[in-house]
């Protein structure tokens, strides 16, 4: 039924299987860390958009104040 070139093949194919799972472990973190990134990145751009486009207010109370002192 089985022979020793038939178990020999199966095992260097769940060896290549195994390489393949951790190179596609690999490519799936390097995936996700590019990911996280452009979140950050985005997130961060967004604050600054939302900086630019509502810049502090002063308050009058503050200017009277500085005026007559």
């Known amino acids: 039924m089985t022979t020793n070139e038939m178990i020999s093949e199966l095992t260097q194919t769940v060896s290549k299987l195994q390489k393949d799972i951790e190179l596609l472990k690999e490519d799936k973190n390097y995936l996700y860390n590019k990911l996280e ?4 990145d985005r997130t961060a751009l967004r604050a600054e958009n939302h900086r630019l486009k509502n810049p502090p207010q002063i308050q009058e109370e503050e200017e009277c ?3 007559s002192a």
């Open 65 to 67: 104040l500085a005026c």
């Open 37 to 40: 990134n452009a979140y950050s």
